[in-house]
């Protein structure tokens, strides 16, 4: 078997194509090799070329390695950061530049802090607006991930789709709130709609432009080990888009938080928007800087889970930075 | 040991029989639709036996890489059409399998799940397919890495990986694009005896499109040399040093020969290049 007693041509070039150049026989005018590689002469400087062993210099001279002093760096220059902010603002408000009652200090928001926190206007209110911002995020996302993968992978769905996701994508999700309030009522059904209406608009957007940056030899690869069209949608471009769909999770949830204060703030008995409202009617300043730093907690918190969920989803992609 | 053909072959049948057709196949891109059409692929007509490995050779731009696609079924001919097995070819299939140049490894699947991925879509039950990948990651040597990712891999290795993919697709003829053509030197030339040896151990009829000559010769039994587009066959030197082939084959005189023929045939060809519209 392994030898190649063949019988037959591997080749056979068919018919007297007249576009067949007749092909030129081997030129027996070879070039020659080039035998005039000259001797290298005798220098007298030094060599080119000198192999050094410096391992143990190179180890002693680098100290701690690079990648935790990084981080030590990136922690401390953070925390630098943010203390630099506060202690400006401390000072200022310690000084009385502005009315304490506009300006609270520090160690005055801490205690309203720690107060509304322990009588329940603050977990109320964190409940509230929590309840709000899952439900339309993960409603607004799951639509806008379903949909936007669909429109970015069949051509047909992309054009029934796409002019209407291009005409509300420019409205800011706030001006439905009139209309929504109109047609649900001020309840929370509204709140929801709004608050998915923005998160949708963001992740379908993520999610189409995702399905387009699919490589083509990835699709190309999966057709020619045999995948349909179907196959190759969930197969293969599903989760090479995960990043973007990530990406656009990442997006709408700040969006969701965003839009949720915002229609707090025009209508609603409860929650974080709600009380920030209450808060500069009666001139508790202290109590909008509460609202706003628990907002961004939050907030915070839950970007920080995503990017939990991202890292662990995403392992097989290089590792940025 | 080697020729060049100088006229057209007729076809001859034997117990190997021919796998692929190429029937006046003609193609050309459609560019802008002011400017003409740019014709990659001249009138070509080629038959190739079963179980043999085919180089094709050409200058770049020369329609190679295109003959190649329109045989997968990712590129439909203008003219003329592809038989593979006896069957016309409609669109990509798994019975033509590809390795292209770039690293088609899906960086989301481990090697175990990349190479069982064809079978997979095959709807091949998940013990049998994971036997079939496990055979296939240790023909080329990569046991130890079943279940790393890609990333975690050497650009050679990842071409390993295609190998075993492809082949564990089990396909009737495999494409490969210049498969080796983004390796540095020394991996290249690790892969080809991978290749060589894979390929005498597990016969297929391969159409391999390359710019290196030596790795043509190499692994091929017969090397089709084309013209400057639009492309066209300038030339077939049949290639039949024993099998099985060690990389001291590079420096036997009759090899190194071929190579000077084979180059030769080149230059000749890319000279016979119209030099009319196209840049």
Redo the contacts between chains.
């Keep these: 078997m392994m030898t190649n007693s063949r019988d037959v041509e591997p080749v056979s070039l068919v018919g007297d194509e007249p576009g067949f150049d007749s092909p030129s026989m081997p030129s027996d005018a070879a070039p020659a090799p080039d035998q005039t590689v000259g001797e290298v002469p005798a220098t007298s400087g030094p060599p080119p070329v000198t192999v050094v062993d410096r391992s143990l210099e190179a180890v002693t001279a680098s100290g701690s390695p690079p990648r935790a002093r990084n981080s030590w760096e990136r922690i401390a220059l953070g925390a630098l950061g943010i203390a630099i902010v506060v202690a400006i603002y401390t000072a200022v408000a310690t000084l009385g530049i502005k009315n304490n009652a506009i300006m609270p200090t520090p160690s005055r928001i801490f205690s309203t802090g720690l107060h509304n926190l322990s009588n329940g206007t603050i977990p109320d209110a964190i409940w509230a607006s929590l309840k709000r911002v899952l439900a339309g995020y993960a409603v607004g996302s799951a639509a806008g991930i379903i949909i936007g993968t669909s429109m970015g992978w069949f051509k047909r769905i992309e054009y029934l789709i796409s002019p209407l996701v291009e005409a509300i994508r420019p409205i800011p999700g706030l001006a439905f709130v009139p209309l929504v309030i109109l047609w649900f009522g001020i309840g929370e059904t509204s709140k929801v709609i709004v608050i998915a209406e923005a998160a949708f608009v963001v992740s379908v957007v993520n999610a189409r432009a995702g399905m387009k940056e699919v490589a083509n030899t990835y699709v190309e690869a999966a057709e020619t080990l045999g995948a349909s069209r179907f196959q190759v949608f969930y197969s293969v471009a599903l989760p090479s888009a995960v990043p973007y769909l990530f990406a656009g999770l990442r997006v709408a949830l700040a969006v969701s938080w965003a839009t949720l204060v915002a229609a707090e703030l025009i209508a609603a008995q409860q929650g974080l928007g709600y009380l920030l409202q209450e808060g500069s009617q009666f001139f508790q300043t202290d109590l909008v800087m509460v609202v706003i730093v628990f907002i961004g907690a939050l907030a915070t918190v839950m970007d920080q889970l995503l990017k939990f969920v991202q890292r662990r989803v995403t392992r097989w992609a290089e590792v940025k930075r | 040991m080697s020729m ?3 006229s ?7 117990e ?1 029989g021919i796998a692929i ?3 006046d196949v003609r193609h050309e891109y459609v560019r802008t639709r002011r400017s003409d059409p740019l014709e990659a692929l ?8 079963r179980n ?3 180089s094709f050779v050409g200058p770049s731009g020369c329609g190679k890489s295109t003959l190649l696609r329109i045989v ?3 590129v439909t001919p203008t003219e003329g059409s592809v038989l593979v097995e006896g069957e016309r070819v409609h ?4 019975k ?3 390795v ?1 140049q ?3 490894v ?4 481990t090697v175990r799940r990349n190479v069982a ?2 079978p ?3 709807g091949v039950p998940r013990r049998e397919r994971q036997r079939a990948a496990d055979e296939w990651i240790s023909l080329v040597g990569l046991d130890a890495f079943a279940h790393a ?3 975690e891999l050497s650009g050679g290795m990842r071409k390993r990986v295609d190998l075993a ?2 082949y564990a ?1 089990d ?1 009737d003829v495999l ?1 490969m694009d210049e498969p080796f053509g983004a390796l540095d030197a020394l991996t290249r030339e690790q892969m080809q005896l991978e290749l060589l040896r894979l390929w ?1 151990e597990r ?1 297929k009829t391969v159409l391999f499109v390359t710019h290196d000559l030596e790795e043509a010769l190499l692994l ?3 090397v ?2 084309m ?1 400057a587009r639009p492309s ?5 030197e ?1 290639n ?5 082939r060690r990389p001291e084959l590079r420096s036997d005189p009759a090899f190194v020969e071929a190579r ?2 084979l ?3 080149l230059m ?2 890319s000279a ?1 290049a119209p030099t009319s519209a196209t840049t």
């Excluded at chain 2, 899906?106 to 699947?109: G, T």
């Excluded at chain 2, 039949?240 to 099985?244: A, E, G, H, L, M």
């Design positions: 060049s053909m100088t057209a072959v007729p076809v001859k049948t034997s190997q057709s190429l029937v001249g009138r070509t007509s080629l038959d190739i036996a043999s490995f085919v997968a079924g990712l669109g990509p299939d798994a033509r399998g590809m292209f770039q690293d088609a899906f960086p989301w699947l991925y064809g997979r879509m095959r990712y890609p990333r993919r492809s697709a396909p494409l005498e016969r091929s039994d017969a089709v040399v013209t066209r066959i300038h030339a077939v049949i039949n040093f024993p099998r099985p000077q023929r180059d030769a045939l000749s060809g016979h």
